[in-house]
């Protein structure tokens, strides 16, 4: 509804700006940038000098068409009473005829309206970047009120729950003990009424000894004798009777032990592992290429933009470049490879099988040992942190042992994480390993033959903060069976899964966030991750049970959000 305007409120009318009147407003122009009524456009205007080389424009058109600048009039910074001329592009300024023959004659100049372009263009997309990253923030903030909303509903509801928990438990515990009570009073009800039936004989039988022992002194007081052994002859046979039976012992009332209240009859809390729904993650097929493996286990790019694969068991490791679809084999090794990492200084480690010293790949193509012994565990797992650390996941079947091992540069273990404070081994088999900014250890834990597994998060003290074993929603009908992992370059933490194809997403502390998964953009059997050094994630694939292809396909994707 509109509602009048008070006096004096309202927009002021533009006027012309030759006339000053109150006639409809109809041109601009744009050089001389006044707005003008159609009279003084024909009468006025066009008497102007260079009228007719002037650009006008409709009143519709205005908003539409920016105003030309004037390029031919910049004063030099260095010359006084000289004019800019054009852009040198290597220093990055503007110069007069006097610049350049000073000094840039040899650099690379362009006409400054061409620069003028090229810098609004820059701007432009600085300027549309910037409107990207608001619009992002601006969702991940509405995001983050309906999560806060959210918690905040969930928190109330779960308060409600403690409250009315609580009361059913005061309930049951005033119902409990009074049925203590009760059970306590009939207990002894029914010892006192033992004790009571043989004190009851007894009394009964000693009230009747009282009166045949005055008998008895009767007898004996009669002065005739033979009185007396009339007398006698009874007494004999009442004197003989027999005492009561009763009970040799009696049950005593029942004790009472005092209890004590623990989480698993109080309650507890743990963390809730619901999806959430808000963070939208989103993958994107940037390349595929076809690869001669039929699995890619493993994945290593390097600072020039080869990369490492390997088929592990299949005893093939290649050093391939993208060239169209296809990977070119640069070099190729047959052994088998459990794990393996590209260092900042661009050298591959490997674990290989039967060794329990990290095998290393030197600029030369030659396969050698390094200085990094685990022995007399086997390397299975390999994760490089820096070019003065890394991480080994170890294991040794016939001793029973597994561990996490961090080693320096010179090949020192500077820390075993392999038991717990009660001496309880930390992990079965330590398969995959990446770390998070806060320095937590993620680490693939095999737990059965048929791969089913958990991710096991140790702090920065070695303990367990968490574990992930799967998610009720996507492991419902198939258990968890994590293959690699790898940290996202925002720190969250991707892991396959090799029953569902689905990408869990954890945070760094190992909370599911969110999942992605990969038939939704047309990748069957993800295996393993790894990024590239321009923020792309790889992913290698296996083979389709029952596919007759041997052939896998290595992606590159490109990741929002995640």
């Known amino acids: ?105 040899t650099h690379d100049l362009i ?26 923030m601006s969702e991940k903030k509405d995001e983050l009120n309906k999560l806060v909303a959210a918690e905040n509903v969930k928190y109330h509801k779960e308060n409600q729950n403690i409250l009315s928990h609580k009361k059913t438990v005061k309930e049951q515990v005033e119902q409990y003990f009074k049925e203590l009570e009760n059970k306590l009073e009939k207990n002894h009800e029914t010892v006192l009424l033992s004790v009571k039936s043989d004190l009851n004989a007894i009394s009964l039988f000693t ?29 004999e046979k009442f004197t003989e009777t027999q005492e009561p039976r009763t009970r040799p012992s009696f049950s005593s009332s029942q004790k009472f032990i005092p209890g004590n209240f623990t989480q698993s009859n109080i309650g507890s809390l743990q ?70 990492a590209v260092t900042p200084s661009n050298q591959l480690l490997l674990c290989v099988y039967g060794k329990t010293r990290l095998q290393q790949i030197s600029s030369s193509g030659e396969l050698t040992d390094s200085v990094y ?39 020192d273990k500077d820390t075993v994480y392999e038991h717990d404070e009660h001496n309880q081994p930390l992990f079965n088999t330590p398969r995959y390993i990446t770390t998070t900014c806060n320095e937590n250890i993620h680490v693939v834990d095999k737990i059965s033959d048929n791969s089913r597994g958990k991710v096991v998060i140790l702090g920065q003290e070695g303990h367990i903060i968490n574990q992930y074993t799967g998610h009720p929603t996507i492991n419902k009908s198939e258990p968890f069976k994590p293959g690699r992992i790898v940290t996202t370059p925002s720190d969250n933490v991707v892991v396959t899964d090799l029953n569902t194809e689905i990408l869990h997403i954890l945070n760094n502390n190992g909370h599911l966030i969110s999942y992605f998964n990969t038939k939704d953009i047309g990748i069957n059997c993800p295996f393993s991750l790894a990024f590239n050094t321009t923020g792309q994630l790889y992913i290698g694939c296996s083979r389709v049970v029952g596919s007759q292809a041997k052939e896998v396909k290595l992606y590159e994707i490109n990741i929002d959000r995640f």
């Open 1 to 105: 509804m509109a509602f009048p305007q008070p006096h004096g409120s309202g927009q002021v009318p533009v006027k012309c700006g030759l006339c000053e009147t109150d006639r409809s407003i109809q041109w601009k122009c744009m050089d001389c940038s006044i707005l003008m009524c159609s009279h003084c456009k024909d009468k006025v205007h066009s008497k102007f000098k260079n009228a007719l080389d002037h650009k006008i424009i409709k009143r519709e058109e205005i908003g539409l068409h920016t105003e030309e600048l004037d390029f031919t009039n910049i004063k030099c910074d260095e010359h006084a009473g000289q004019l800019s001329c054009l852009y040198c592009k290597t220093c990055d300024i503007l110069v007069c005829p006097t610049c350049f023959a000073k000094v840039h004659k």
């Open 111 to 136: 006409e400054i309206r061409d620069a003028y372009n090229l810098k609004v263009n820059m701007l432009k997309k600085r300027q549309n970047q910037m409107q990207k990253s608001h619009s992002n």
């Open 207 to 235: 009230n009747q000894k009282e009166d045949k022992i005055n008998e008895v002194q009767d007898c004996i007081d009669i002065s005739n004798a033979s009185e007396f052994f009339k007398e006698f002859k009874k007494m």
């Open 271 to 340: 963390d809730d592992g619901n999806l959430s729904a808000e963070i939208n993650i989103s993958l994107v097929i940037n390349n595929k290429y076809q690869t001669e493996l039929e699995v890619i286990t493993c994945i290593s790019p390097c600072l020039d933009q080869s990369i490492w694969i390997s088929s592990g068991a299949y005893k093939v490791l290649q050093r391939v470049k993208p060239e169209g679809t296809n990977l070119k084999v640069m070099s190729e090794f047959n052994i088998i490879v459990y794990g393996m």
């Open 373 to 411: 012994d685990v022995s007399p565990l086997l390397p299975i797992a390999i994760h490089v942190v820096s070019d003065n650390k890394l991480i080994v996941g170890a294991y040794n079947g016939k001793l029973k042992r597994s561990a996490v091992i961090i080693m320096n540069k010179k090949g």
